[in-house]
């Protein structure tokens, strides 16, 4: 393969894993507004009120929610913007993303909210969903 099919095939393949971190963060967003609420500065004041109420046990996963949203703006970003270390960061959320169920191919959250009831379907998409993230960045990024 020549340097010029790597090169747009890399540029590809971080667009597109930073097109669906963009979806994904529209997404919340828009869910958000339509519950009322404002996005991230709503669920900061709702993650102090869940502190104070639970305790320890519950901050360990609270602040590893609050840095897999961080760090989905910032893939977003470094994605598109074709940052040399984004697919390490890339790589870096893939346990989170399983822990908490926000799968790669942001599409597949978005069809589970308009097809419920499909849990081992969605459990093995988000799977195959981060399988088909560290094929690709290994690959081709």
């Known amino acids: 393969m020549d340097n010029a099919t790597q090169s747009t095939r890399r540029k590809s393949t971080l667009?597109?894993?930073?097109g669906l971190d963009a979806l994904h963060i529209l997404w919340y967003c828009t869910s958000s507004w339509l519950h009322g609420r404002t996005p991230y500065i709503?669920?900061?004041?709702?993650t102090h009120e869940l502190l104070l109420r639970h305790g320890s046990f519950s901050s360990a996963v609270i602040v590893a929610s609050w840095l897999l949203q961080l760090s989905l703006i910032m893939s977003c970003?470094?994605?598109?913007?074709d940052?040399?270390?984004?697919k390490y960061l890339g790589y870096a959320q893939i346990p989170f993303r399983l822990f908490f169920l926000v799968p790669s191919i942001s599409l597949?959250?978005?069809?589970?909210?308009?097809?419920?009831?499909h849990n081992l379907i969605f459990l093995a998409l988000v799977a195959i969903s981060e399988?088909?993230?560290?094929?690709?960045?290994?690959r081709y990024a």
């Not at 667009?15 to 930073?18: A, S, V």
């Not at 970003?77 to 913007?81: A, H, I, P, T, V």
């Not at 597949?108 to 009831?117: C, M, R, S």
């Open 77 to 81: 970003l470094m994605f598109l913007l």
């Open 15 to 18: 667009l597109i894993w930073g």
């Open 108 to 117: 597949i959250l978005v069809a589970a909210h308009f097809v419920p009831g």
């Open 83 to 86: 940052v040399r270390y984004a």
């Open 131 to 138: 399988t088909v993230k560290i094929w690709s960045l290994r």
């Open 42 to 46: 709503q669920d900061l004041i709702s």
